[in-house]
């Protein structure tokens, strides 16, 4: 699966590449050689973090389902139960 960045976050992220340079590196990158960064990092290291984040939920959503019968349980044949411990609280 391809990953792609929508065209704003795409733009807010060039400007992040630009601002870490400018405050962080000698010399400063420009726009292309930004987006040009940004794409090398999404399709180098982008799905290592995609493939986290799909484990992350995976491993989630099993501990939710094995808790889901707790959560939605109903007790069976609890008519008769109730008005027998409704009886004997009455003698």
């Given amino acids: 699966m391809t990953i792609e ?3 704003q976050v795409r733009t807010t992220a060039i400007a992040s590449i630009q601002r870490y340079f400018d405050q962080n590196m000698e ?3 420009g726009n292309v050689a ?5 794409a090398f990092f999404v399709e ?3 799905p290592a973090i995609y493939n986290q984040a799909v484990a992350d939920v995976q491993e989630r959503l099993q501990l939710r389902l094995s ?6 349980h109903e ?3 609890a008519y008769w139960r109730k008005y027998d411990q409704a ?3 009455r003698r």
């Fill in 5 to 7: 960045l929508d065209k």
């Fill in 27 to 29: 010399e400063p990158i």
């Fill in 34 to 38: 930004a987006g040009g960064l940004l």
């Fill in 44 to 46: 180098e290291i982008g």
């Fill in 67 to 72: 808790e889901i019968d707790l959560e939605v």
């Fill in 75 to 77: 007790e069976e044949f």
């Fill in 87 to 89: 009886s004997k609280g």
